[in-house]
Nanobody
Framework: QLQLVESGGGLVQPGGSLRLSCAASGFSLDDFGVGWFRQAPGKEREGISCISTRGGRRSYVDSVRGRFTISRDNAKNAVYLQMNSLKPEDTAVYYC???????????????????WGQGTQVTVSS
């Protein structure tokens, strides 16, 4: 079964940190660009970060740049999003998605997407 599974979400206080994981099963992430997205209540899903195939380029939107770090471990077939200095406005469901052979030329992974994960909830609140 081909799927992406996110994990690592939870409840954290403002200023805290979380590390999200996006694990692939049934296929290798090596040849895919990977993007992280989030959707806050009542808002549209937005792309926030992208990492190219084999980690050649990483990019971020302004709202998370300097606080979030995307990385990949092809040996573990996973991509991570380290989130530091979290703010209440970071509260959202976080998703990962992949696109075959994509090099991140912009800040986010554009469509078409080959696979999506089911999402993991991140809540930043005191």
């Amino acid at each position: 079964q081909l799927q992406l599974v996110e994990s690592g979400g939870g409840l954290v206080q403002p200023g805290g940190s979380l590390r999200l994981s996006c694990a692939a099963s049934g296929f290798s992430l090596d040849d895919f660009g990977v993007g992280w997205f989030r959707q806050a209540p009542g808002k549209e899903r937005e792309g926030i970060s992208c990492i190219s195939t084999r980690g050649g380029r990483r990019s971020y939107v302004d709202s998370v740049r300097g606080r979030f770090t995307i990385s990949r471990d092809n040996a573990k077939n996973a991509v991570y999003l380290q989130m530091n200095s979290l703010k209440p406005e970071d509260t959202a469901v976080y998703y990962c998605a992949v696109r075959d052979s994509y090099y991140c030329s912009g800040n986010v992974l554009p469509p078409p997407y080959d696979y999506w994960g089911q999402g993991t909830q991140v809540t930043v609140s005191s």
